[in-house]
């Protein structure tokens, strides 16, 4: 876990030329800093990126219930919603394609991205570049610390979430009282 140190100075700062300040860290309960380039990615990368837990909180022999149906290929209108959804000034993901191009080409792209997306779920294939992501750290003026990452919104993701979130609900697969990351 880290935080950021706050930035302090008397003189009155536009904000546009700052950088990552000294990030505190704690490596096997020992407090340290983290004040090189590469000392603050790796510190920011294991915040955000945690390890999987060394033993599984799954009980063994554990016996799974019969799968639900898994999720339905998406309509165009579906589609279409989805892209709606999407804020359009969001910074673009490795493809360099920015939201708002989605949003105001969707009528000459539906087609396309219907049987792209049909071909993901007939075919169980999910190309290789769609698996890398960047995450970036923008400090915003008084907030001196970030602990969560916030994904990036993109188009299959969005509607993948939807129904396995739609799924979740109808087969009762959440506690009574989950609240949390659910719609509403």
Same mark, same amino acid.
């Given at each position: 876990?880290?935080?950021?140190?706050?930035?302090?100075?008397?003189?009155?700062?536009?904000?546009?030329?700052?950088?990552?300040?000294?990030?505190?860290?704690?490596?096997?309960?020992?407090?340290?800093?983290?004040?090189?380039?590469?000392?603050?990615?790796?510190?920011?990368?294991?915040?955000?990126?945690?390890?999987?837990?060394?033993?599984?909180?799954?009980?063994?022999?554990?016996?799974?219930?019969?799968?639900?149906?898994?999720?339905?290929?998406?309509?165009?209108?579906?589609?279409?919603?989805?892209?709606?959804? %999407?804020?359009?000034? =969001?910074?673009?993901? /490795?493809?360099?394609?920015?939201?708002?191009? $989605?949003? &105001?080409?969707?009528?000459? *792209?539906?087609?396309?991205?219907?049987?792209?997306?049909?071909?993901?779920?007939?075919?169980?294939?999910?190309?290789?570049?769609?698996?890398?992501?960047?995450? %970036?750290?923008?400090? =915003?003026?008084?907030? /001196?610390?970030?602990?969560?990452?916030?994904? $990036?919104? &993109?188009?299959?993701?969005? *509607?993948?979430?939807?129904?396995?979130?739609?799924?979740?609900?109808?087969?009762?697969?959440?506690?009574?009282?989950?609240?949390?990351?659910?719609?509403?």
């Amino acid at each position: 876990m880290y935080t950021a140190n706050k930035y302090v100075t008397n003189e009155p700062s536009d904000f546009s030329n700052t950088q990552v300040p000294t990030l505190k860290t704690t490596t096997n309960g020992t407090p340290s800093e983290a004040s090189t380039n590469e000392e603050k990615v790796k510190a920011l990368t294991d915040s955000f990126f945690p390890p999987p837990p060394p033993v599984s909180s799954i009980p063994q022999p554990f016996e799974y219930p019969n799968p639900i149906p898994g999720i339905r290929l998406f309509f165009r209108c579906r589609i279409q919603a989805a892209v709606k959804l %999407l804020k359009p000034y =969001k910074a673009p993901g /490795p493809d360099g394609i920015p939201n708002i191009i $989605l949003s &105001k080409c969707i009528d000459a *792209l539906i087609d396309h991205l219907y049987f792209i997306y049909r071909a993901v779920l007939e075919h169980d294939v999910y190309h290789e570049r769609w698996l890398t992501s960047t995450t %970036l750290v923008l400090c =915003k003026i008084d907030k /001196p610390a970030y602990d969560v990452a916030k994904a $990036l919104d &993109k188009l299959l993701s969005t *509607l993948v979430t939807a129904d396995l979130s739609h799924l979740a609900k109808k087969y009762h697969m959440l506690p009574p009282r989950q609240f949390g990351g659910c719609p509403g």
